[in-house]
């Protein structure tokens, strides 16, 4: 899966929590700035690790600050 | 009271389920939640699912009822107007809680091997979730918590509600009971005690409180919940008053986790009697417990026998499971507002299904569909596993 069909898997995640403008998600814009909060955050990692049937650690989830550094997450997951 | 909302098998809202009771008509149907085939009961009351359309996923259906009952009874208090918010308190009553989360997860994690629950577990499952989900929603910043006492959760909480405004803890209290147990794990457990109803025939007829015949409970799911404020602030803000909650009462049977006592469920009934200051030639109408069960219904005939003597003969005695089926611990809060409801409207709900009684339930149980009369004053019964009583009186505004 390429950097590309991730990113579009995870906007779709992150349209389904919560309704977003229609511009495409600026990759370092903070999840804050749509409104997500701490709860919105775990329920985001829950579907990613579905979607990607990857684990995500307890550090990492930490660091699920933006579409970009998701996406980088997910990306180092698939690759090894 | 100045608002009351539910949400039954008998449909959402205040003006649908009084026109299912004014019409006798039960809503008790297959179970569609689950493939229930392989069950010994296959019957449930259930609500509407348009009552989940826009619900928070981030919420099990015990606190998305208890939100839609609650939304209904602050839009008719117009509850947004109290500027002290300080002083709105919150208390829901729970049997089981987040059922079906719990259900789901387990079935997740022990039925499909998959360790990863969802992360909001936790939160949908606790049992002051309804109650935290109606104080979030309506900025009720006052006392909360919930109340857990299996099948009576609901009344307690109406009365634990009208405690804390006559205590000064609160002038304005959200109150009521919620319960969605109609999940397969629940119903398991249930059919284990052998106390559910197992008919196949036209679920319509199966639940029959009172009767020669009956065959046990049915489940059910649903949500009622009050606006309860302090009388003298709510006259002064224009309110309109639907009803008092005049007593209060509760006991314990002390004796058997399951079988009732009629002695215990006598003196939660007289409690209420004299917290209200009536006299038992002061009530007209009884919502009973009336679960349908073997036990249940001669005992509680007994009991009321024993608290209204020669009065309990004009007493008309309806148990509305009849058509909602026993939603645990939303019943008490369900049962009381319908009553309240068929008060305003100069009529009592009748018990469905009942053509013969058993010998042993010797009352009248409104067996003839619902009846015009005037009430003044009346008790909703509530006997809880665990002979857990609690009966509230309400009287006339």
Redesign the interface.
Known sequence: MDRAEISRRIEEILRDQKTLPADPIDPDTPLETFGFDS?DA??I??AL??TFKI?ISDDEVRDVRSLGRMVEIVEGHLQS | MTGVGLVSPLGIGKAVNLASIRAGRPCIEPIRRFDPSAFSCRIAGQVPDSAFDGADPNLDRVSWLAVVAANEAAAEASLETLTSRERIGVVIGTGLGGADTLDTSYERLYGQGNSRLHPLSIPKIMYNAPTSAVSIRHRARGPSFAIVSACSSGTHAIGQAAMWIRAGAADCVIAGGTDAPITPGIVRAWEALRVLNTESGDPATACRPFSADRNGIVLSEGAAVFVLERLDLAMARGARILGRISGFGMSSDAAHITDPQSDGAARAMRAALDDAALSPADVVHVNAHGTGTKLNDPVETRAIRAVFGGHADRLAVSSTKSMHGHAMGASGAIEAALSLLAMNERFVPPTANLRAADPECDLDYVADGARTLEVVAFLSNSFGFGGMNAVLAITHA
């Open positions: 709860l775990l329920n990692v829950f690790e579905e684990s």
